[in-house]
């Protein structure tokens, strides 16, 4: 069974930091690609930044408006992927989702809210 569990959501002001982590359990982790999205209120699910599989070489890919900001990397002995999201901004305001591969498993979502 597949599983995907986000974690490390909060709130944090702008400037700060936070690191978003993604468990996937049930498959073979390292050839998968896993992507970060989010979905603020009123507004279309968009990808954040995704990294391929480790076959692929695992890079990064990342949406222009985190680029430079947000980081995205695997842990292949943990099964997990991590966002680390550096000076945030109000916008960055949504709930983020973890999704394996281009699949039809997400995580449940974690709220990442940045105001002061």
């Known amino acids: 069974q597949v599983q995907v569990v986000e974690s490390g959501g909060g709130l944090v002001q702008p400037g700060g930091s936070l690191r978003l982590s993604c468990t996937a359990s049930?498959?073979?982790?390292?050839?998968?690609?896993m992507g970060w999205y989010r979905q603020a209120p009123g507004k279309q699910r968009e990808l954040v930044a995704d990294i391929t599989s480790v076959p692929g070489g695992s890079r990064g890919n990342y949406a222009d408006s985190v680029k430079g900001r947000f980081t995205i990397s695997r842990d292949n002995a943990k099964n997990t992927v991590y966002l680390q999201m550096n000076s945030l901004k109000p916008e960055d305001t949504a709930v983020y989702y973890c999704r394996l591969g281009k699949s039809q498993y997400w995580g449940q979502g974690t709220q990442v809210t940045v105001s002061s």
């Open positions: 049930g498959i073979i982790f390292s050839i998968y690609a």
